[in-house]
């Protein structure tokens, strides 16, 4: 699941698959016209795949691998027949080029998408691809490239491997030189995908100055797609409000409801890359507005950038499963008897064995749900922390709710070898099934912006639920 690739339907006999592999930090339109190109060279699909730096002290101006994901997801999301693939950038290790045929085997016959400069000096061994890669000079016997090239600096045919395919796109820019130009205040609207660049400047990437959790936007032009909670009166009513802006393609994602609605709107949609804006229909509504103007173009809105839980679970048989979770993901018993389980943080075990009713790993947007009615206090969305809460703790005595930083990597395991205390596990409220494990981190790729009006004060309302009004 951490590719979050699409199912192929139907068989993959004469399929081929082109693999495009590189930082796209930033994609940009000479990428697109390389994706183009490919298509129209007969392949069935091109996965575009970005990679974590290759040398061991990472290139510091580089965007982050969230950001990275995200560019990479719009720049490429409107092309017929491709995918992004996010699997490097989630797991953070490189994946040998070699090993990219057997990774997408499944999917078709696979070809890699490389540039001019790896074949040079292939007649003499010398290449890039013989001389640096991992088994370099197998791969290039047994691999299938095609190879992008310009006029400008045309390749010789003894150059090229056994199996090779050409192609001629010309404008390549390096994407070290697009980052220079940010940083030195150009414009590069014409180098990069619209959406691309909106981005870039909303969180002031490649400018050198920390990219802020909160930023603004104007609804213009206003495009929604509209989720409600059809169970609900007042929110099909507002539906029915809100139905004039319905259109695609889609500049947000407008959820009526209440905090579940939000949930599952964030669980279906987090790959469009949109702003949520929430309107509440329901009865506490965290995650939403309160009101919004019946005029939206122009609207000005605060949007908070919040990542999403990475979670993977091994079942008692040792399956292991992937899931993402907006709000939280916890571990609770499954039987009559409490649960028995060890608690270990950044792969430190921190709490040898405890007895209760199961354990929880919140985000700052889940804080204020079922970790708080397990007794943790509700933190601000912005907030760079984790909380970790326990059910019904009876050992260890001392057990509260604790907050963690970010960064922090949760593992919880089920200490019963018996059978008499199983457990099972959730993400954002939906069932997993049994389990004997579960570890929580902050996922390095996905995440949702969460929109709200300026007049919508998120500490107010924070203070609120903290301290109710007297009647």
Not at 274 to 287: D, E, R, S, Y
Not at 294 to 302: F, I, R, T, Y
Not at 412 to 431: A, M, S, T, Y
């Amino acid at each position: 699941m951490s590719s979050f690739l699409p199912p192929l339907d139907g068989s993959v006999v004469g399929r081929r698959v082109a693999v495009f592999t590189g930082s796209f930090d930033p994609p940009t339109n000479y990428h697109r016209e390389v994706v183009r190109r490919v298509r129209e060279a007969g392949f069935d699909e091109v996965i575009v795949r970005p990679v974590v730096p290759r040398q061991a002290t990472p290139d510091g101006e580089h965007a982050e691998p969230l950001h990275r994901a995200v560019m990479a997801d719009l720049a490429f999301r409107d092309l017929t027949g491709v995918v992004v693939d996010l699997a490097e950038l989630d797991e953070g290790k490189h994946l040998p080029d070699h090993l990219l045929a057997t990774t997408y085997a499944a999917r078709g016959e696979v070809w890699q998408v490389v540039a001019a400069d790896f074949v040079r000096g292939g007649q003499q061994g010398t290449s890039l691809i013989q001389s640096h890669w991992q088994q370099g000079e197998a791969w290039w016997q047994q691999g299938r490239f095609v190879i992008v090239g310009s006029r400008l600096a045309p390749l010789s045919p003894a150059d090229l491997p056994p199996q090779a395919l050409t192609l001629t796109v010309e404008d390549h820019i390096p994407t070290a030189e697009i980052r220079r130009w940010v940083f030195e205040g150009k414009d590069i609207r014409g180098y990069v995908p619209e959406a691309v660049y909106a981005y870039i400047r909303r969180y002031r990437l490649f400018t050198g100055i920390p990219t802020p959790r909160e930023t603004r936007i104007q609804l213009d032009p206003v495009r929604l797609r509209v989720v409600w909670d059809e169970s609900n009166p007042q929110a099909v009513q507002l539906a029915e409000r809100f139905q004039r802006w319905v259109a695609e393609p889609a500049t947000a994602i407008m959820v009526l409801g209440g905090d579940g609605t939000m949930l599952a709107a964030i669980r279906r949609y987090w790959r469009e890359r949109l702003p949520f804006i929430g309107l509440n229909a329901g009865t506490v509504g965290f995650l939403l507005n309160e009101e919004l103007p019946d005029q939206l173009v122009g609207l000005e809105l605060v949007v908070y950038r919040l990542p999403m839980l990475r979670v993977e679970c091994t079942t008692p048989d040792g399956q292991v499963r992937l899931g993402l979770a907006y709000s939280d993901a916890w571990v609770e018993r499954d039987s009559g008897q409490a649960a028995w389980l060890s608690l270990e943080v950044d792969g430190r075990l921190q709490v040898p064995r405890i007895v209760g009713d199961g354990l929880l790993v919140a985000t700052p947007a889940g804080s204020s749900g079922y970790a708080r009615a397990m007794g943790a206090t509700p933190v601000p969305l912005s907030a760079p922390v984790l909380t970790l809460a326990g059910s019904n703790v009876f050992q260890p005595y001392f057990w509260k709710p604790v907050t963690l930083p970010e960064t922090a990597r949760v593992r919880i395991c089920n200490l019963d070898e018996r059978g008499k205390r199983p457990v099972r596990g959730f993400l954002d409220g939906h069932p997993l099934g049994p389990i004997r494990t579960m570890e929580v981190r902050l996922s390095s790729i996905a995440a949702a912006e969460l929109a709200f009006t300026p007049q919508y004060d998120l500490s107010e309302r924070l203070l609120r639920s903290l301290f109710p009004q007297r009647d």
